[in-house]
């Protein structure tokens, strides 16, 4: 145990033995890749040529432990927190008086998603930015996914239940009386619980996504540009949330094959980093295969595609809309990136986020935003907090 902040938090590294490497090998050599004439292309899902190439240069050309020895080189920790081991990196600001920001993905991302953004933030003037812009930041792993411990409770994978994690880290483990937040998807969720959950922390956020606001019995009707983005919000559900249904009512019975196949965790992970990126249809315009692979690699090594599954259990089990009489009230920025999903009206938004000071679209840029295009989203973050500051 090394004394680096709270009682229960000690350094961690990422460390497979080759035996594993040895078997995610074999699984790939013999793979049974699905062939069908009537499915040509991305049109159906992940598309047969890419997947083959794909899974070739994983078996021969992708080489894990150099993605390993990278990743070690930031300072990787595990915390005791409400009886979970979670996993996170610290990297300490090296400009002027860092700020604290801890920045939490979604799915199916891992904390690998903000590997870019980290130097950028906690070194600016490496970057063409200014000292006094610095922070020191916290990138945990969701509970159940990575290097983070699988909740006994499923109440514990829940949007709200994550925050006050996230609370409970930064106050109680690190020592950080305020802070900053960020996230996208899930990450956006957490996000705003944390603001709603714990005002007095949480100086600010910035988010990428915002929660659907309660629409019942005395809010006002919705305008046409909110009509329209639900009608958008509709064709979406029903053309592309076929994985969130599944995730979400039956995932056992999909993690069951994904969790014994390397080749079909690529499949379904890989479609959506091309169908959710702003990349035009080619998923490498975004994304080298080192990068898709490494993020595939954490879920493979840790086995952790299942538990990943458990917040859309919640979700739908509990909805996802904030319920009647939330209000954020801590200073927000909202930047929507390309990805149409994503791109709430701001009246939309300020039915539950009451104090949006900073309302930006990013010119280029999807889903995965700090993997997309990190200066953008620095940037953004830089010139947001720095109000705040």
């Not at 594993?20 to 049974?32: G, M, P, Q, S, V």
Request: with cysteine; proline share 6%.
């Amino acid at each position: 145990m090394t004394t680096v902040g709270g009682p229960s938090i000690e350094r961690f590294s990422l460390r497979v033995e080759a035996k594993e490497i040895e078997d995610l090998r074999w699984r790939l050599t013999y793979a049974r890749i699905a062939s069908t004439p009537f499915a040509q292309g991305w049109e159906r899902g992940v598309d047969d040529a890419y997947l083959r190439e794909l899974i070739n240069y994983w078996k021969s050309g992708f080489d894990w432990y150099a993605q390993e020895h990278a990743l070690n080189d930031f300072d990787h920790y595990r915390a005791q927190v409400r009886g979970l081991n979670i996993h996170f990196i610290w990297q300490r600001g090296k400009g002027l008086n860092p700020k604290p920001l801890i920045l939490t993905h979604g799915w199916p991302s891992t904390f690998y998603e903000m590997h870019k953004v980290i130097p950028m933030l906690t070194d600016p003037a490496s970057f063409g930015g200014r000292p006094e812009d610095s922070f020191d930041v916290i990138v945990p792993s969701l509970p159940g996914y990575g290097y983070s411990d699988w909740p006994a409770n499923d109440q514990n994978f829940s949007i709200p239940a994550i925050a006050d994690l996230w609370k409970d880290l930064m106050v109680e483990q690190l020592g950080y009386d305020s802070f900053f937040a960020h996230g996208g998807d899930i990450g956006s969720g957490v996000t705003s619980h944390l603001a709603l959950r714990h005002p007095t922390h949480v100086k600010a956020i910035h988010i990428t996504a915002v929660r659907p606001p309660y629409l019942g019995e005395g809010t006002e009707p919705l305008d046409e540009e909110e009509l329209e983005y639900q009608k958008l919000a509709d064709a979406w559900t029903r053309d592309e949330n076929g994985y969130g249904h599944i995730q979400g009512t039956k995932p056992m019975t999909l993690a069951r094959g994904l969790n014994d196949s390397p080749t079909g965790l690529a499949a379904w992970i890989i479609e959506k980093y091309r169908s959710w990126s702003d990349c035009d249809g080619n998923v490498e315009r975004r994304f080298t295969k080192d990068e898709l692979l490494t993020n595939i690699t954490i879920y493979w090594l840790t086995q952790t595609i299942a538990s990943s599954f458990q917040p859309y259990v919640l979700n739908h089990r509990n909805g996802r809309a904030l319920r009647r009489g939330d209000a954020i009230i801590v200073p927000t920025a909202f930047a929507r990136t390309r990805e149409p999903i994503d791109r709430a009206p701001l009246q939309w938004a300020q039915r539950s986020y009451k104090n949006i000071t900073h309302f930006h679209d990013f010119e280029s840029g999807g889903h995965f935003m700090a993997l997309e295009e990190p200066m953008l989203l620095v940037r953004d973050l830089q010139s947001f907090f720095s109000r705040y500051r």
